[in-house]
């Protein structure tokens, strides 16, 4: 039975980020009927920042844990069980300051984990979540097509391509609703907008 996790990470009930995702778990579930879909909305539960107790106890060994630092890494623990457990990811990105939100940077903090996500071995690093594949479904205010003069200032795409990659993951794709802008200007219709987009979305999810 498939598993599919669905991240979210844009504050606003109206995102374009969240149609997107939408749109892709109803196209799974359509495709996968008896799939799981595990929802973790990282703007409405935001993991807290890394602090003293939690990066001790991240290299504190399992074995010599205190209660207090087991207890730090609790949900951490429990993010990334939902990463081990699930087939496939869809992660709603928007794009706040050219980069993710920092409540995406955060749900990261807690994921990428020694001996969890990722080893160091005789090669170097090596990333322990082997075989999954990831959507990332991003809307932004501007558009940043390769090839155009902005296309520098997207650090979504290459962060998240060398973070994911980085704890194993490499089959991971990217669509974009660029330009909402228009939308918010009232330059376009959002459904027409949205449209050709939602399409990738779709394929991408059947
Ligand atoms: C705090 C904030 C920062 C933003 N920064 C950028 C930016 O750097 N570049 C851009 O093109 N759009 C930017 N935008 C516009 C958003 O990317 C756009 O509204 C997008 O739809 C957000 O995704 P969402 O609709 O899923 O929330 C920003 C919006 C907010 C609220």
């Given at each position: 039975?498939?598993?599919?996790?669905?991240?979210?990470?844009?504050?606003?009930?109206?995102?374009?980020?969240?149609?997107?995702?939408?749109?892709?778990v109803?196209?799974w579930?359509?495709?996968?009927?008896?799939?799981?879909?595990?929802?973790?909305?990282?703007a409405?539960?935001p993991a807290?920042?890394?602090?003293?107790?939690?990066?001790?106890?991240?290299?504190?060994?399992?074995?010599?844990r205190?209660?207090?630092?087991?207890?730090?890494?609790a949900?951490?623990d429990?993010?990334?069980?939902?990463?081990?457990?699930?087939?496939?990811?869809?992660?709603?990105?928007?794009?706040?300051n050219?980069?993710?939100?920092?409540?995406?940077?955060?749900?990261?903090?807690?994921?990428?984990?020694?001996?969890?996500?990722?080893?160091?071995?005789?090669?170097?690093?090596?990333?322990?979540?082997?075989?999954?594949?990831a959507?990332?479904?991003?809307?932004?205010g501007?558009v940043?097509?390769?090839?155009?003069?902005?296309?520098?200032?997207?650090?979504?795409?290459?962060?998240?391509?060398?973070?994911?990659?980085?704890?194993?993951?490499?089959?991971?794709?990217?669509?974009t609703?660029?330009?909402?802008?228009?939308?918010?200007?009232?330059?376009v219709?959002?459904?027409?907008?949205?449209k050709?987009?939602?399409?990738?979305?779709r394929?991408?999810a059947?």
């Amino acid at each position: 039975m498939a598993t599919l996790l669905h991240l979210d990470s844009s504050p606003l009930e109206s995102s374009i980020s969240r149609e997107l995702t939408r749109e892709f778990v109803k196209t799974w579930k359509a495709k996968h009927t008896d799939g799981t879909v595990i929802v973790r909305d990282l703007a409405a539960h935001p993991a807290k920042p890394l602090d003293a107790q939690s990066i001790g106890a991240i290299y504190t060994p399992a074995a010599g844990r205190t209660p207090e630092q087991k207890a730090a890494l609790a949900f951490s623990d429990e993010l990334i069980g939902e990463l081990k457990k699930a087939d496939e990811y869809v992660i709603g990105v928007a794009m706040h300051n050219f980069s993710i939100p920092s409540v995406l940077k955060l749900w990261i903090d807690q994921v990428v984990r020694s001996g969890e996500t990722f080893s160091y071995g005789e090669g170097g690093a090596q990333g322990l979540l082997q075989g999954k594949k990831a959507t990332v479904l991003i809307a932004s205010g501007g558009v940043y097509e390769a090839g155009t003069p902005a296309a520098g200032f997207n650090h979504i795409e290459p962060y998240l391509r060398t973070i994911l990659g980085f704890i194993g993951l490499t089959d991971v794709k990217f669509v974009t609703a660029g330009g909402v802008a228009q939308i918010m200007t009232g330059a376009v219709d959002r459904e027409a907008f949205l449209k050709p987009t939602l399409e990738q979305v779709r394929s991408q999810a059947a």
